[in-house]
């Protein structure tokens, strides 16, 4: 028995170092629940040992009571049966405790019965929650739903749902995906009609909708007869009736006790969330962008369960008389794979920590707009960083867990391949998290914007400006070396001015970001901790030889692939 | 008229990880080495107590003897949804046995005056006597069932259980109050709510007279508490020759490692002859007396 909050040093870390001040500032708003709520903090070391308080209940229920079930979740799986799914039977245990526990509406403002934790302390949360049962995940990390009502919804309607979703009552669902609506979110066709009664009406059908039998659903649904773009597009809350029909659950991979369903909607009424048209391009990206940062933490936490199996069978597994971990092959990939998953949490957290501070500063501004002058400008910084940073972590930590979990398997060998051991499953469960939310290939294309434009030099810069890194001089000199790369990497392709060559290299670019973005994190981590130094230096160590590699096929002006993909793979002839 | 339910609980040491020096020379538990925790039987009684609190209603009130450092554990029942605690505590009640033990906490329970339902675990891993549970129900005066494994039906007049026995297990129904001690075959208890263990976090203990009169028992149970009442020998009306070490007749003689090796399972009647028969049987084998 163990508890997953209480175990993990990295986590502990964090939660010691970060520095959460103006997080907290923003989310307890000069702490006005002081006094209205018995569970509501009174100044910032309040606040901060709250949140420690509730991980440290996270992580029980994770590594005491989801943990143990994981296995029997994952042969069960969510089942449809008549109609109506039925979850496995951990899964409804889970959920259960989960309610008893408070934890239903972790984000939900105190005011509508939630805990009114901020992202990073859920991103936390969530990757304890994936360690235990990714699958779980899927259903604890779908508060973004109750985020999204909390964010855009009429007072009216956030008074008659979020407590529901605090008390557990409700369980919500994002219905985005059509059959012909997949990244190109753009093209959803179920249609949204409004009587002559103001009643919205929706008709359609929805793929691929995770825990799609909740009772409350946001819909993305074509408002405007006739348009084709995103702009015709509204959101919707549905509360779940006899016109929506689940049609069929899918048989996947993994994340087997997550039920991912089809739904049917025939003339449902639901009601409008916000305003007409801006279903896709504001409150749904709102949306997707909470969901690809719990993604991230998913990913960071079936890793580290990965790595932990594989750390444990290294040490007992002997061969040739000595254990396996002691041997140069075994033992890199032990340590890329611990050292990577500390990058990818420190990127958690930061980016968690940047979208936090964006949407406090939008509340404050929202809430208090005689004096929003002044935070407009930083809104506006944090709103490009949180643009740049959540496709970059969505990216990273989820094909960096992919290759955790392929190493933990390797490390096992034979037996790995085996049902009897934990790995095979994370390296099913963890091949979603690059795919769903957004592809890795997506995330590239959304974060290229933000390394071409220059928003990650003035991160960049912001870091060697907030932080001294004089105890760490050795590695912030290569680090410094890293951005100049980034930087004539950057250079070279805008100079060419060819849009095929910037769209062939987009991917190295972002991973040249990325492995220098994570550099300057471990860094900063470094600062305080001789082990952190450890980690930064072996991170780095690896990085710059990637760094290099892309850079030189950046400036090489190579296109062959430009120009010769068609011949092999449009062409059938053979010569 | 909800259900006034009393959780006995107690703080142990932690037996399941011990380490050498656990032990002292004399054969009791060195408790200074081994962490405090929450006997885990009680909480299968608090969480059975808190089910019925859910199903039915009713106002739970936790009771814990022990030092003063013991209020971790009443913190704990706050932060699962207890209504009201209680520590009692007093020099007076050092070096109790199961005697003395249970005679103080029968004075603390009376002291709450009404209560339909007592609820024990079945045993504290410590002394692994599962004694004081059906000692207090005998001191009571009220009816006893031992080894819940399962609450069946409760309402607010009387309660039908499942108990482990030999071979099996049998349905037994009581009227109100009774005393139950339950097993952890019971449930899985649940963990702390984050808003009560936020709420609760910086709760203290205080001297308390407060008695529990009907306004009391009548008040709202929603209300938060704000600290932890502290009862003494004197507030609880407790005869001091009774409480402590001078209350208690058990001496420890030696201490051995005995491997238990039932090999034959004995039904004994529950009359006045079958249990006679089992006291002369048990005196002839000099396993008592």
Known sequence: ????????????????????????????????????????????????????????????????????????????????????????????EAIDRINKADLAGFTVPRKYDGINMPITIYSAAIEMISRADASFMNLFGLQGIADTITKFASEDQKRRYLPRFS?????????????????????????ATEGKDGKWHLNGVKRFITNGCAKISLVMARSEEGTKGGRGISLFIYERDENMKIRRIEHKLGIKGSPTCELQFNNAEAELLGKRKMGLIKYTMYLMNGARIAISAQAVGIAEAAYREADSYSRQRVQFKKAIRDFSAVYEMLTDMK??????????????????????????????????????????????????????VKGYTCEMANKVCYDAIQIHAGVGFTCEFNVERHYRDVRITNIYEGTTQLQVVAAIGGVIGGVVFERLGEYEKNYDFQPVSDLFAIIREFRTQLESAVSHVKDKGDSNYQEFHAKRLVDMATDTILSYLLCIDAIKSERKKKVAQLFISKAKHRIESDLDYVLSNDDCYIELHKDIIDSEEIV | MSLQIIVMVKQVPDTHNVSGDAMKPDGTVNRAVLPAIFNPEDLN?????????????????????????????????????????????????????????????????????????????????????????????????????????????????????????????????????????????????RTPSAKLAVAYKNISGKTSDESYDDEYLESGIDDPISYIKEWNVESINADPQLCGLSGSPTKVKKVQSVVLTASDVKQIQNTDEGIAELINELTEEHIIG
Request: charged share 30%.
């Open chain 1, 339 to 392: 050292v990577n998953i500390e990058a990818g949490r420190t990127l958690l957290y930061e980016t968690s920590r940047i979208v936090d501070i964006k949407e406090g500063l939008e509340d404050k501004i929202d809430d208090h707009p005689e004096s929003a002058g002044d935070l407009k400008g930083e809104f506006k910084r944090y709103s490009k960083y949180a643009s740049l940073f959540t496709p970059i």
């Open chain 1, 167 to 191: 008390s557990g009552e409700v369980m919500g669902s994002m219905a985005l995906t059509e059959p012909d609506a997949g990244s190109d979110l753009q093209a959803v066709m179920l249609k």
């Open chain 2, 45 to 189: 009684a608090l969480e059975e107590a808190i089910k019925i609190k859910e199903t039915i209603g009713g106002k739970i009130t936790a009771i814990t003897m022990g030092p003063p450092n013991a209020v971790k554990i009443l913190k704990e029942c706050l932060y699962r949804g207890v209504d009201d605690v209680v520590l009692v505590s007093d020099r007076k009640f050092a070096g109790a046995d199961t005697l003395a033990t249970s005679y103080a906490l029968k004075c603390a329970i009376e002291k709450v005056e009404k209560y339909d339902l007592v609820l024990c675990g079945r045993q504290a891993i410590d002394g692994d006597t599962a004694q004081v549970g059906p000692q207090i129900a005998e001191k009571l005066n009220i009816n006893q069932l031992t080894c819940v494994s399962e609450i069946v039906e409760v309402n607010e007049t009387d309660i039908t259980i499942k108990r482990s026995i030999e071979n099996g297990h049998e349905f037994l129904k009581s009227n109100m109050p009774v005393l139950l001690t339950v097993t952890n075959e019971a449930n899985e208890p």
């Open chain 1, 1 to 92: 028995m163990s508890n997953f909050y209480k175990d993990n040093s990295d986590i502990l870390f964090h939660m010691k170092n970060m520095d959460l001040s103006w997080v907290v500032d923003l989310k307890e708003d000069g702490f006005a629940d002081k006094g209205k709520y018995s569970y509501a903090p009174e100044d910032y070391d309040d606040a901060i040992d709250n949140y420690g308080r509730v991980l440290e209940i996270v992580g029980e229920i994770a590594g005491e009571f989801v943990a143990p079930r994981s296995s029997a979740v994952d042969e069960e799986s969510a089942q449809y049966k008549d109609g109506e799914v039925i979850y496995a039977k951990g899964t409804a």
